[in-house]
């Protein structure tokens, strides 16, 4: 894609000008010969920090794809380098996780020093996160390097549970995520849980309409406004896929075409006639024989995901001994 000519809004754009998936040289089994169980290192602390907090799949899920839409998979979503941290970012609120990660890196230092980037461990938890709550299990790609910048406004970009359809899919193409990337990485919502602050603008005053988003169904609506009411606590948190928020699995999908989803984002992707029919075909299903899995396409774009902007040049990045601060 790199050297490609790309077609783009009517305009013909050098593919190196995306940030997209071009330089990635990732491979499966990155680690095998100068780290042979850095993977199984990584599960292990996913797992144990799972038995003590059931949360943590989600942490994890969610912190991978922050990582990669900030600066590439590079890990600057860790590094705390004081009031301009990337991690400070308003578009981070709430991400949580980092303790697992450095645990894994602690060990991994202490078994392979120098050798395990960062990015890739964030990238490994998002894997066995999504494995762990029964979801697809995949071959994860590795060989990230760490990024040498942490700034939070270079996170001003992150989408928004407010942007409209056409401002979401806009962000996902400029990072070489298409459509169909938007509606199933959203799927990733069939686990974790959010605030009620989330949520408060779209109960009560969508779109400075003063009152709530049409799109919900009314049962819906009426539940959510008791789990968060007017004057409540904004930090309150709730299940984002409705009824089951612990499990992967298509029901995100289907709540969202019934009116029950329960992000703003995700409502969202009815609103568009190309995301709804991408979310339509996992439902209505016209040829058994191409019937479209979920699962599979989630995996697909999760790998895709993973290539955002990937530094793996020696100049280009490096192995941090420490996620939280550059070497
Ligand atoms: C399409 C754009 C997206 C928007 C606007 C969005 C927005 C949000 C918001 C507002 C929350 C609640 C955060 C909180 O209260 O702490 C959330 C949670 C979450 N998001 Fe997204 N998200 C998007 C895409 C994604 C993607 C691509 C993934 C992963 C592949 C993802 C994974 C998660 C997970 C797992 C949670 C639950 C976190 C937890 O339980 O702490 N999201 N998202
Ligand atoms: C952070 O990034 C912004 C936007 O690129 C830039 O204007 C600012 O100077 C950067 N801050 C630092 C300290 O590098
Ligand atoms: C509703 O939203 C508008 C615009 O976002 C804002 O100006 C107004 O203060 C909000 N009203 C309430 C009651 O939050
Ligand atoms: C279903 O799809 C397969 C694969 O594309 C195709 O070969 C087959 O003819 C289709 N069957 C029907 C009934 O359309």
Do not use: W
């Not at 780290?35 to 943590?56: K, N």
């Amino acid at each position: 894609m790199n050297n490609m000519l790309i077609v783009m809004f009517g305009m013909i754009i050098p593919g190196y000008i995306l940030t997209g998936i071009s330089e990635a040289r990732l491979k499966v089994g990155f680690y095998n010969k100068m780290c042979p169980d850095a993977e199984s290192i990584v599960g292990g602390f996913v797992r144990s920090a799972t038995e003590f907090d059931p949360r943590v799949p989600a942490f994890l899920l969610r912190l991978h794809f922050h990582d990669c839409f900030v600066q590439g998979c590079d890990g600057s979503v860790l590094i705390a380098n004081g009031p301009i941290s990337e991690k400070l970012a308003p578009a981070h609120q709430g991400l949580k996780g980092f303790d697992v990660i450095e645990g894994a890196k602690a060990l991994l230092e202490l078994m392979c020093p120098g050798v395990v980037s960062c990015a890739d461990i964030v990238a490994i938890a998002a894997r066995d996160a999504v494995a762990i709550s029964s979801g697809p299990i995949y071959k994860v790609e590795t060989g990230r390097r760490d990024g040498f910048i942490s700034n939070k406004t270079l996170a001003d970009k992150m989408p928004d549970f407010r942007d409209s359809i056409q401002l979401l899919k806009h962000k996902f193409f400029e990072k070489g995520l298409d459509d169909k990337d938007l509606v199933v990485l959203s799927g990733a919502h069939t686990i974790g849980t959010t605030a009620c602050f989330f949520l408060m603008d779209r109960l009560y005053n969508f779109s400075s309409r003063e009152g709530p988003d049409p799109s919900i169904d009314k049962d819906l609506l009426l539940e959510l406004m008791e789990t968060c009411p007017p004057n409540g606590d904004i930090n309150f948190r709730l299940p984002i896929d409705h009824d089951s928020g612990d499990t992967f699995d298509i029901q995100i999908l289907e709540n969202i075409r019934n009116g029950f989803a329960v992000l703003q984002s995700d409502a969202k992707l009815m609103d568009d006639p190309v995301t709804k029919r991408i979310l339509d075909s996992y439902f209505m299903v016209t040829n058994q024989s191409v019937k479209p899995s979920f699962e599979a396409d989630f995996v697909k774009s999760m790998v895709k995901m993973g290539r955002i902007g990937v530094k793996n040049g020696p100049k280009r990045g490096e192995i941090r001994r420490v996620c939280n601060t550059f070497n």
